[in-house]
T-cell receptor, first 113, second 112 residues
Framework: NAGVTQTPKFQVLKTGQSMTLQCAQD?????MSWYRQDPGMGLRLIHY???????DQGEVPNGYNVSRSTTEDFPLRLLSAAPSQTSVYFC????????????FGPGTRLTVT | GQQVMQIPQYQHVQEGEDFTTYCNSS?????IQWYKQRPGGHPVFLIQ?????EVKKQKRLTFQFGEAKKNSSLHITATQTTDVGTYFC????????????FGQGTTLQVKP
């Protein structure tokens, strides 16, 4: 199993550009989520999904879109990048109905200039 | 809204000293999880506590869940340089959405 994979590892964007961060998992997990990590702020939830076709907002959803067309994939779209979106982004997955550990991807380090 | 707070935010210790981080929730938790993130890495699950007053050990790490299930602690005995990283606690959202609410983390530095 590859676990949770994320691409790209690093990205530099100019203000106003759009892009999609990719996330995939091969563990058949129903629950997937996106976090951003900023110094001193811990892990803040952006969007999450409890299964294919179902998504919901987390703590800091503004400026981001998600979709979940398959169980495996959960891409995060930045609509019009802003310097405030400079951060490290983690995708995570786990089983939905069991209280079990969450698996994180390796992260995408995004810089918006 | 529901909050999970961790203290301290940073801790510097000499190798061999003990270390403790504390986690407090604004609501009663059904369970609490702990994660470790090495510098430049991603969070990795360490353990989950479910029962009131539960204590679990992993080698030099001791995890406790409070009697009221609103607080938890992680204690490391005789720290080593391999313990360096950020430790997060996380508890489930009280609204039963399945979301995990993370604390801000405690970053541990160990001087050899």
């Amino acid at each position: 199993n590859a676990g949770v994979t994320q691409t790209p590892k690093f990205q530099v964007l100019k203000t106003g550009q759009s892009m999609t961060l990719q996330c995939a998992q091969d563990m058949n997990h129903e629950y997937m989520s996106w976090y951003r990590q900023d110094p001193g702020m811990g892990l803040r939830l952006i969007h999450y999904s409890v299964g294919a076709g179902i998504t919901d907002q987390g703590e800091v959803p503004n400026g981001y879109n998600v979709s979940r067309s398959t169980t495996e994939d959960f891409p995060l779209r930045l609509l019009s990048a802003a310097p405030s979106q400079t951060s490290v982004y983690f995708c995570a997955s786990r089983y939905r109905d069991r209280v079990v550990e969450q698996y994180f991807g390796p992260g995408t380090r995004l810089t918006v200039t | 809204g529901q909050q999970v707070m961790q203290i301290p935010q940073y801790q510097h210790v000499q190798e061999g000293e003990d270390f403790t981080t504390y986690c407090n929730s604004s609501t009663t938790l059904s369970n609490i999880q702990w994660y470790k993130q090495r510098p430049g890495g991603h969070p990795v699950f360490l353990i989950q506590l479910v029962k009131s007053g539960e204590v679990k050990k992993q080698k030099r790490l001791t995890f406790q869940f409070g009697e009221a299930k609103k607080n938890s602690s992680l204690h490391i005995t005789a720290t080593q340089t391999t313990d360096v990283g950020t430790y997060f606690c996380a508890g489930p959202d009280s609204g039963n959405t399945g979301k995990l609410i993370f604390g801000q983390g405690t970053t541990l530095q160990v001087k050899p």
